[in-house]
């Protein structure tokens, strides 16, 4: 083929998906979304790719084929070893001329495409597109380089010889051979792309997924300060945002679950002057307190995700940047999502520590898995020759070119990074657990130092000094049963809900608040009601620290609230989610941070100033309006509106009158919206008087517990009477049967949340012939006692 016949270049409108073979995944899903998706009003920057064509002409034009099959040969034989072929190779393709026929196209394409933004010379980046990249069976996006900020035609050139050069970095090389990919087979398209000027805004990576458990209904957005490389590379911990994908069709509804505050401590910029076309400098304190996306800036992203995820008929992993000269938001590469994706799963693995220890390091949790093992401390990608196979990898940061060692790793650990940084995407793909944005890590933990590694707990991940035990459990999926009795689940920790939304049940019968309270808020919510007033200045400067970017203290109780009560709803919609309001107990509230001021010494807090007693009381009435707020935002503004409320420890019709006024006060009328009160059926008098208690509230759940604790007259909290606590004891089982008889007649319904139906066949058996309508259960046991009930129910109905 002679030059004249050669397309070196075609820009991105004139590419669909189908020309993949043409100019590799990245430029023609670039090209598939300008001619197809811009119409939906999705901006992509224009721009245009060097084809496979121009790649082998390049090859043939500077003789370079045999050359790198010689070198891959001695590589392969073990006569040299992967640094030096991939130095040899590289040089080869950095001491090379480009044809005048490319050179000519090339600069036309520049030139036209600069006439486009009405410019003479304008910013581009120049990224490389492999034949073998962003493929649904080939991961580890950004094997090559990018180059950002290049103007003008000599610029191009330059980091055009660098991307066909990066297709033989040793990582490139090393991932090649992984795969089974022959080198000579895959060949590098470039794309030029007007740049966005997001060094002057914001910028970073969204999955149309939960990248840890392949949750499908979220969109999970990251973002910080700055060029996107900061993010991509792990440099920073950025922004978080998670929205709910089956209500962004509702324009009076704003469902961002979530909103975590990342560090955001550095960003890359234009640089002007000097060797390099970017530099990393630091961020300001503002830029550093404040969320880089405002929620219309979030939602708007996640619709223009949505909207792609459908076209393409798969999750997705883009990348998107705001331009801070227009303030427009643009989207700069999408890629099949190429890990949780591709998983089938019939078992659910469950880790769980059986030790305690104090957790000496924290961080953002990549898989759900727990290792033990020895930290092989590396700072320096150049010393990566010293890790130890089977070790701990603990770094600063990732980038490629840790990916031969990382292979290798019983776990890693960053000090930088995000959920969608190049140590947390390859972690996944390899199913190693990660710890990112430690922030400390390096400096914390020691170089063959034995630790416990721990992604077990949630979202956020924990390190601990020596060995813990831990226990390893798998919960089969196939072949679960239907049940008349609706089985649900009891959950406390929102950062679990994804990872067992996989179990087919029926909604959650016990969400805990006080498990949100307690590890994501930490704060009395009076201690925040009145934070200006606060008489010890030592907590006012750590509530003050704990509430960086939140003017008003009121609101940071309302938003980490209703986040958490957000992410468990959104685990099971629309199925119903109960929420409990608050049940803590005076010494328990008394451990929050200014918790002290406000709680008295109580002999007994098992029967004191707790539950419902509370909440219409004149020293806990507007913290307990905070958690309405909360339960207003879910429902109203996220619109989960599968969410109900359930009130703890109800000791008197009046009372129940009085918590429902005080509920009303605040929005949440019964009945409203189909709003639904239901309560819990604990105490001896609300059994007694469960005809009159169901004529206030829409359900019972029996807390098998506390009606233990109060029938039997055993405090639960007791070793020496532990022998005494059983609820299968015939008073407490008469109790339940005459609340089930009770709310029947009326016309209600009842349920159970504890472990009873779990730890013993025998309750389960009573529970069933009882007629309870529901059971709540803990996940890791639903499996097994959804089995046991559909036995026993299919037992009574043949008899």
């Known amino acids: 083929m002679t030059t004249t016949e050669i397309n070196f270049i075609r820009f991105f409108n004139t590419l669909s998906l189908n020309d993949v073979p043409v100019v590799g995944g990245k430029n023609a899903s670039l090209g598939e979304m300008i001619r197809l998706l811009s119409r939906k009003n999705i901006q992509v920057p224009n721009g245009f790719a060097t084809t496979v064509d121009a790649y082998r002409h390049f090859l043939e034009y500077n003789h370079l084929s045999e050359k790198i099959q010689l070198l891959i040969g001695e590589f392969k034989s073990g006569s040299r070893s992967l640094e030096s072929t991939g130095k040899a190779i590289r040089n080869l393709f950095l001491n090379t001329q480009f044809s005048e026929d490319f050179v000519r196209d090339l600069d036309t394409a520049y030139t036209e495409l600069s006439r486009l933004y009405g410019q003479e010379t304008i910013d581009v980046a120049v990224r490389s597109s492999a034949t073998a990249e962003d493929l649904p069976d080939a991961s580890f996006a950004g094997q090559q380089e990018t180059f950002l900020n290049i103007t003008g035609i000599g610029g191009i050139l330059e980091a055009s010889r660098k991307c066909f050069a990066s297709l033989f970095t040793d990582r490139a090389i090393h991932y090649r051979e992984e795969k089974g990919y022959d080198h000579l087979d895959v060949s590098l398209s470039i794309g030029v792309q007007k740049m966005v000027r997001s060094d002057i805004a914001c910028s970073g990576v969204l999955f149309t997924l939960d990248t840890e458990t392949g949750f499908p209904n979220i969109i999970t957005i990251t973002g910080a300060w700055g060029l996107g490389e900061c993010v991509v590379q792990g440099m920073v911990t950025p922004d978080e945002f998670i929205v709910f994908k089956p209500l962004l069709d509702q324009a009076d509804k704003t469902p961002i679950l979530t909103k975590k505050l990342g560090r955001k401590d550095k960003k890359m910029i234009y640089s002007v002057g000097g060797v390099g076309t970017t530099k990393i400098v630091d961020t300001s304190y503002e830029e550093k307190t404040h969320f880089c996306l405002s929620d219309e800036e979030i939602l708007k992203l996640a619709r223009w995700a949505s909207i792609i995820e459908k076209h393409y008929q798969k999750p997705m992993d883009i990348e998107w940047a705001q331009d801070g000269e227009s303030g427009e938001l643009f989207i700069v590469q999408a890629r099949p999502e190429t890990v949780q994706s591709r998983k089938t799963v019939e078992m659910l693995k469950s880790y769980t520590l059986t030790d305690e220890g104090k957790p000496i390091v924290t961080g953002l949790s990549i898989g759900d898995s727990i290792v033990t093992g020895r930290v092989c401390l590396i700072k320096n990608v150049e010393d990566i020759a010293q890790f130890v196979p089977g070790s701990i990898l603990v770094t600063e940061m990732t980038d490629p070119d840790w990916v031969p060692v990382m292979t290798q790793a019983a776990g890693i650990v960053t000090d930088q990074g995000g959920r969608t940084c190049h140590a947390a995407i390859v972690s996944r793909e390899l199913g190693v657990p990660a710890i990112v944005g430690t922030g400390n890590a390096t400096r914390i933990l020691k170089h063959d130092q034995v630790i416990t590694l721990s992604c077990a707990q949630g979202d956020q991940a924990f390190v601990y000094d020596g060995v813990l035990n831990f226990e390893e459990s798998e919960v089969a999926l196939t072949n679960v049963p239907q049940t008349r009795t609706q089985i649900m689940l009891n959950i406390a ?10 179990l087919p049940s029926k ?80 010494n328990e509230y008394a451990n929050l941070i200014g918790g002290k001021a406000y709680e008295p010494h109580e002999e007994n807090p098992m029967l004191g100033f707790r539950g419902a007693s509370r909440y219409y009381s004149p020293e806990y009435r507007q913290g307990f309006e905070l958690e309405c707020r909360a339960i207003r935002k879910v429902r109203e503004e996220m619109g989960l509106s599968n969410v109900y409320i359930m009130i703890p420890f109800c000791r008197t019709l009046e009372e129940a009158d009085k918590v429902k006024a005080v509920l009303a006060e605040n929005g949440l009328v019964q009945g409203k919206d189909d709003l639904k009160i239901y309560m819990m059926c604990e105490i001896p008098s609300n059994v007694i008087l469960a005809e009159q208690f169901a004529q206030k509230f829409d359900g019972f759940s029996i807390g098998s517990n506390d009606l233990t604790q109060l029938a039997l007259g055993v405090d639960r909290d007791s070793g020496k009477l532990a022998h005494l606590f059983d609820e299968r004891n015939e008073a407490v089982q008469t109790m339940i049967q005459m609340v089930i008889e009770k709310a029947h007649k009326v016309g209600i319904k009842v349920g159970i949340c504890g472990q009873g139906p779990s730890d013993y066949p025998d309750f389960a058996l009573f529970l069933v012939k009882a007629g309870i309508d529901s059971m709540s259960l803990n996940p890791d046991s639903f499996v097994d006692v959804v089995q046991r009930v559909a036995e026993l129910e299919q037992k009574l109905e043949q008899n």
């Open 493 to 502: 920790n929102p950062d679990v809900a994804f990872r067992w939304r996989r």
């Open 507 to 586: 909604g959650i019968g016990l969400a805990r608040m006080e498990f949100i309270i307690n590890n994501a808020i930490k704060i009395h919510p009076m201690a925040l009601v009145d934070y200006e007033t606060l008489p010890d200045d030592d907590t006012k400067k750590v509530i003050m620290q704990m509430t960086r970017g939140y003017s008003d203290k009121k609101a940071f109780f309302v938003d980490q609230l209703s986040y958490g009560v957000a992410k468990i709803a959104a685990s099971q919609y629309p199925h119903p989610v109960i929420v409990r309001m608050s049940d803590f107990k005076t």
